[in-house]
């Protein structure tokens, strides 16, 4: 190619390059920009491939228009590429400075369960009446979940489809209630003694609206020479009413428990209807919330203490159902989904 056209070319590369170095206004398209010209496979490069073909006194004129223009050019991409990084820059320090005089933004703070909500209100309302909080073990031998209980080596519980038992010969399981607690406080202490634990519990239960294979319990008892049944009435009355109200009312029916002599199952005033009756309490203005008795006198010799001298009295409950009726929760499983749009309104 004569280098009279080249002389051209250089120009109208020249005038494509002005225009495209105006129209560049961020640090990317200026960066683009010199690769496509000054690059190893850029624009110049096949300029300077032409220029090998040409006699040499075509290339000294030819390289005296190319160098001027490849100098200015670079250095007019460097002053723009200057000018718009410290406008970029500034733009960028602008949007990022925090403006100390403005109000902070609160931090998301997270939500107590309904269940540990309901849990520390019942362990104050017995700490308040003397009582030490204990929520003692999960894994747990037979001796203390059945048989310092008073459960017959036949008890329907102590069947395998009903317990989490652990294959070994120390038959270890997952406690199926708390009064595992009750039997290791009274060997630890000597009456008078009193305690209330709640905590986790295990059963082979299938999960329904109303059952879970792991849900929680908690259990209270105390010990102490003439203690009788007027004492644990007296108790569960004010349990009650200091957890659902004053208005709240509570009836007890006989029941059995292996535990317990004589045994009764405690009903409260239903928390929906005040009594009146509706579906919930099935029309009869009751709710069954609690079971409890007079410890068995086998049970207090069991762990050596003397049932001529000493009576106590021992009650259990489901921290969930108790939950449940607290917080209006129809269902058991709603407990334990945790989903935030339901955690938040506690």
Known sequence: MPAFFLLMTIDEIKAAFDRELAAAETKQALSDLHTRYFGSKG??????????????????????????????????????????????????????????????????????????????????????????????????????????????PDHPARDTQDTFFLDNAERHLLRTHTSNVQIRSMERFKPPVKVFSAGRVFRRDEITMRRSPMFHQAEGFLVDRGIHIGHLRATLEHFIRRLFGDDAKMRMRPSFFPFTEPSAEVDMSCVFCKGA????????????????????????????????????????????????LKYDVPNIRTLFENDLRVLSQF
Not at 48 to 66: D, M, N, Q, T, Y
Not at 90 to 97: F, G, I, K, M, Q
Not at 108 to 120: A, D, F, M, Q, S
Not at 297 to 315: K, T, Y
Request: charged fraction near 30%; glycine fraction near 8%; hydrophobic fraction near 35%.
């Open 43 to 152: 624009v110049m490069k096949d300029v300077f491939r032409e220029l090998k073909s040409l006699p040499s006194e075509e290339k000294k004129a030819l390289g005296a228009a190319i160098n001027p223009f490849t100098e200015a050019a670079q250095a007019q991409l460097k002053e723009k590429l200057d000018r718009v990084s410290a406008d970029e820059d500034r733009r960028r320090e602008a949007r990022e400075t925090i403006d100390v005089t403005l109000p902070s933004r609160l931090p998301r703070l997270g939500h107590l369960h309904p269940i540990t909500l309901v849990r520390r209100q019942m362990e104050e309302i017995f700490r308040d009446m003397g009582y030490s909080i204990d929520p003692g073990p999960e894994l747990e031998t037979d001796w203390y979940n059945f048989e310092a209980l008073n459960f017959t």
């Open 277 to 324: 009756g509706c579906g919930t309490c099935s029309q009869t203005g009751w709710m069954e919330i609690l079971g409890c008795g007079m410890i068995h006198p086998q049970v207090l010799r069991n762990v050596g203490i003397d049932p001529e001298e000493w009576s106590g009295f021992a009650f259990g409950t489901g921290l969930d159902r108790i939950a449940m």
